[in-house]
């Protein structure tokens, strides 16, 4: 089947009295593979959004959107949505939201109709199709586990596999390897690899070079929401692309207050094994983080990294038999004097984070520990969040509503909430996703400086460029077990970044 040819002239998007695209002027042929690039904040996914028929161009009179077969001919976009497939991290998001915790086999099948819910039936065929996809896509194990006990990464692949059991003419990818361990990375780029060799059209967005398969020629470059280079892509700008890009110096920081308990281990395990969804995750972990230390947590897509953070937040317990005991905090004391010593970054905060507030108070809840707030926040507390949301970077209006921000904008904002309690440590789950090259350095910078100042840092990863110099100790969890190791180690779980 061939894939789907679109034109856009003059077209425009402005949302919450915003203009987040503007005069984009595009042709993509059918079966056009693009790689898409830009800036946190440039458009891209709402420019995906649009292609995808999710977003109607905002009305000018001289606009023109259209779709068109192989052949030329125009085509309604009503009849083609079936044929449009998505995947990227909001649409993965709706599923923490609305609590789809369907089976992987089930999220998969819905693909087939393009529904979020399992309510069609498949034919013989259709199953044989959704079958075929588990297996190609390393599935078939996790088929009957429940799409919200996956990892982060491990949905990622699931969400893949739906978008191609529609059997698609157009495939819009936003950021797909976001998440994903070196052997998953490894396996999707396999996938675009094939699909490139197909009539299908693809547009495909990234932040980093190795997110960026070399059959994907063309480059679509967006900046403040307009199309800026439309061509080869070894004539785009590459900052976007870059490992390191911009090299920043640590920014001057004033050490964290001190606080009760300073000088002792940060959190000490003792025999601890840490469940989810009734299914053992680590057995038997024995780890101190001692006062100074700065901590890399690895491991592959559901090995238990972002379980075992969340455990030290005070998020998942561990099981009977075990002890966690975390610095300035009696056992059995509320939890929340402790959230509130330390900062916390995930993708799951990120998901789950509904309440409808401003930027500003999004990171002035920080403050409360909380999702959300009970009532205004104080004058005081406003000024820290805003001084929170300069020194993680985020320029944007604090009274803009947190919901229309990118997703790598959001990321930010995580980082100025965990950063307004001026925290002893941070705790970051994959913190660099979704941020664009000079973020990634500018953020790198920032984790570099709160180390030197007396911040302990601890972060699970999969690129070793998402490291900084200070943290020079490694946990590895494979297979439920956690092994100490060298940064240096090869066998230390994290993949080397492949910068221009």
């Excluded at 797909?176 to 999707?188: M, T």
């Excluded at 976007?240 to 920043?248: I, K, M, N, T």
Aim: glycine letters at 10%.
């Amino acid at each position: 089947m061939s894939g789907i040819g679109i034109l856009c002239q003059g077209v425009r998007l402005t949302l919450a009295g915003r203009h987040v695209l503007d005069d984009i002027n595009l042709n993509l042929e059918p079966g056009a593979h693009c790689l898409l690039l830009g800036a946190n904040g440039a458009g891209k996914t709402q420019l995906l959004k649009m292609l995808a028929g999710e977003r109607w161009p905002t009305p000018t009179g001289a606009e023109r959107r259209e779709y068109r077969d192989a052949r030329g001919r125009t085509v309604e976009l009503s009849e083609l949505l079936a044929q449009i497939a998505v995947l990227g991290g909001e649409r993965q998001d709706k599923y923490t939201r609305y609590d789809w915790n369907f089976s992987v086999e089930r999220v998969v099948a819905t693909g087939v109709h393009g529904g979020a819910r399992p309510i069609v039936a498949l034919t013989p065929p259709q199953s044989r199709r959704v079958r075929g996809l588990l297996v190609r896509l390393q599935l078939w194990a996790l088929r009957r586990r429940k799409f919200l006990t996956l990892s982060y990464g491990e949905r990622r692949r699931v969400l893949l596999a739906r978008a191609l059991a529609a059997r698609p003419r157009l495939l819009l990818l936003d950021e797909p390897h976001n998440g994903l361990d070196r052997d998953s990375r490894a396996l999707l780029d396999r996938e675009l690899s094939r699909l490139a060799r197909t009539r299908l059209t693809i547009v495909l967005s990234a932040h980093r070079a190795e997110d960026a398969p070399a059959a994907f020629r063309r480059a679509l470059v967006l900046d403040g929401g307009r199309l800026v280079h439309d061509g080869p892509r070894a004539r785009a700008p590459r900052l976007w692309l870059a490992a390191d890009a911009l090299p920043q110096e640590s920014p001057a920081l004033a050490p964290p207050p001190r606080r009760a308990g300073a000088g002792q281990p940060l959190a000490v395990l003792t025999g601890a094994s840490l469940y989810r969804d009734y299914r053992a995750v680590i057995q038997g972990l024995d780890w101190r983080i001692e006062a100074g230390e700065h901590w890399a947590v690895t491991g592959g897509n559901g090995s238990g990294k972002s379980t075992l953070l969340a455990c030290l937040y005070g998020l998942v317990p561990v099981a009977l038999g075990g002890q966690i005991l975390r610095r300035g905090q009696a056992p059995g004391s509320n939890i929340r004097a402790w959230r509130r010593r330390v900062g916390w970054v995930s993708p799951e905060l990120q998901a789950e984070y509904l309440a409808d507030v401003s930027v500003e108070e999004f990171v002035v809840s920080g403050l409360r520990a909380s999702v959300g707030l009970d009532d205004a926040p104080t004058a005081r507390e406003r000024t820290q969040a805003r001084a929170a949301l300069v020194l993680a970077g985020l320029e944007v209006d604090p009274a803009r509503r947190a919901a229309t921000l990118s997703y790598g904008q959001r990321r930010l904002a995580l980082f100025a909430r965990a950063l307004v309690l001026r925290p002893e440590a941070l705790l970051l789950d994959e913190p660099l996703t979704g941020l664009d090259g000079p973020y990634r350095a500018r953020v790198r910078a920032l984790l570099s400086g709160l180390a030197r100042t007396g911040v302990q840092l601890v972060l699970a990863a999969h690129h070793a460029t998402d490291l900084v110099p200070e943290i020079r100790h490694v946990l590895e969890i494979r297979a439920g077990t956690a092994r100490r190791r060298s940064r240096r180690d090869r066998r230390s779980g994290l993949r080397k970044g492949t910068g221009h």
